[in-house]
Structure formats: structure tokens, C-alpha cells
């Protein structure tokens, strides 16, 4: 079965930093691979998608993603960290079985931002 | 704007009561889910629903019950058998199943069982 791994439960930087968030999939063919953020008490919103092609996804908000097959990784980036990042982010594979088409999720990242 | 409506955002229920989660979407989207949310446990998919008049278990089904009488709307049922309810409630929809990864979702509902 597929997984999503997020090794990192919580991650505290400073505004301005860099951030780097760690995802890593098992999965046989080439994954369609997707990020989502939660803001506190809210629903959760598409980042960006990743399923063939240029490695590097430009996402909103001045997120981006490195699909890299070798390392079964598509670790999220952000270049400079603002206060309003502060959130969960949830990295997610999906599963195909069948006719069936299910969503994997990883248990999130939990993002804290100092100011 | 197009979006997803859950309602109430809030609920308190007494143990051995049934309760029911709206989801209003206005997006002319196929496919709608429920999802369960629990800290330190991600999401969990309870129920989908890929057209109108059918809907399939996720893995957590039990306890729960939905119906899919119109496109807009899925409505979750949360039954007195549902063990332990108290959680984060999202609704979801996507374009159809094949595009099952690229979700909307709603704000979700908080269940706390006293």
C-alpha cells in the first residue's frame, strides 16, 4: 500500500528564513503528489500539484515543490517566511486502485513562525 | 463565490444522540467527501460520494451514516454508535474521482460529545 511520511511533526522558523518542509512517498509508478495547508480552525487549501513533467511546481502563495524520484521526496520550499505561514501543511499521494481513486495523506507539519 | 458551506461550525451533543453535518458546495462538482480529523492523526476518509444517489465507505466508516439525494449537497449523520465522535469534521469536494487529489474544502464542523 502507499504511504506518506512527514518526518517532521513541528518546525519553528523566523520570519524571513528559508523554510523547507520534508515529504516522502512510497509508490510503484510515478505519484501525482499535492501539498494543502490548514490555517488554525479552518479547512484545508491546495498548495500545488505535482503529476508529470518539470520537476519544480510553482504553487500560491510563493510556495514551491522538487519532485525528486530518486529519493521518493517532494519537499515543499519557501524562499522567505512570513508571519501568515503559520499553519499545518499535509503532503498527499494519490492512490490508484482499481477504478478507484483515493487520497493518501501524511500526518502533517506543523508550521510556527517567530517574529 | 463559488466554495464549499459546512454547517453548524460548532456542535455540542449529549452522548446517545444522533446529529447531522451539512455540506452545501456550488461548485457543479461530481465527487464530494467527509473527512475526520484528530490531532496527531491527519485526515481520514469517512464516506465519498462520486454521483448523486451513490456513496461509498471509506475507512472509518462505522458509526456514520450520508446520503447523496442532490449534487449540492452530502450530508454526514453522526450516529449514537460512533464510539468516540468528538473530532474536526471536513467536507470536501473535487471535478470528479479522476480528479480525487485536487480537493475544495470546506471549514469545517467541530463535534464535542459531553
Known amino acids: 500500500a502507499q504511504s506518506v511520511t512527514q518526518p517532521d511533526i513541528h518546525i519553528t522558523v523566523s520570519e524571513g528564513a528559508s523554510l523547507e518542509l520534508r515529504c516522502n512517498y512510497s509508490y510503484g509508478a510515478t505519484p501525482y503528489l499535492f501539498w494543502y495547508v490548514q490555517s488554525p480552525g479552518q479547512g484545508l487549501q491546495l498548495l500545488l500539484k505535482y503529476f508529470s513533467g518539470d520537476t519544480l511546481v510553482q504553487g500560491i502563495k510563493g510556495f514551491e515543490a522538487e519532485f525528486k524520484r530518486s529519493q521518493s521526496s517532494f519537499n515543499l520550499r519557501k524562499p522567505s517566511v512570513h508571519w501568515s505561514d503559520a499553519a499545518e501543511y499535509f503532503c498527499?499521494?494519490?492512490?490508484?486502485?482499481?477504478?478507484?481513486?483515493?487520497?493518501?495523506w501524511g500526518l502533517g507539519t506543523s508550521l510556527a513562525v517567530n517574529p | 463565490d463559488g466554495g464549499i458551506t459546512q454547517s453548524p461550525k460548532y456542535l455540542f451533543r449529549k452522548e446517545g444522540q444522533n446529529v447531522t453535518l451539512s455540506c452545501e458546495q456550488n461548485?457543479?462538482?461530481?465527487?464530494m467527501y467527509w473527512y475526520r480529523q484528530d490531532p496527531g492523526q491527519g485526515l481520514r476518509l469517512i464516506y465519498y460520494?462520486?454521483?448523486?444517489?451513490?456513496?461509498q465507505k471509506g475507512d472509518i466508516a462505522e458509526g456514520y451514516s450520508v446520503s447523496r439525494e442532490k449534487k449540492e449537497s452530502f450530508p454526514l449523520t453522526v450516529t449514537s454508535a460512533q464510539k468516540n465522535p468528538t473530532a474536526f469534521y471536513l467536507c470536501?469536494?473535487?471535478?470528479?474521482?479522476?480528479?480525487?487529489?485536487?480537493?475544495?474544502f470546506g471549514e469545517g464542523s467541530r463535534l464535542t460529545v459531553l
Open positions: 460520494s462520486q454521483i448523486v444517489n451513490d456513496f
Open positions: 470536501a469536494s473535487s471535478l470528479g474521482r479522476g480528479y480525487a487529489g485536487e480537493l475544495f
Open positions: 498527499a499521494v494519490v492512490q490508484n486502485a482499481g477504478n478507484n481513486r483515493k487520497l493518501i
Open positions: 461548485l457543479n462538482h461530481d465527487a
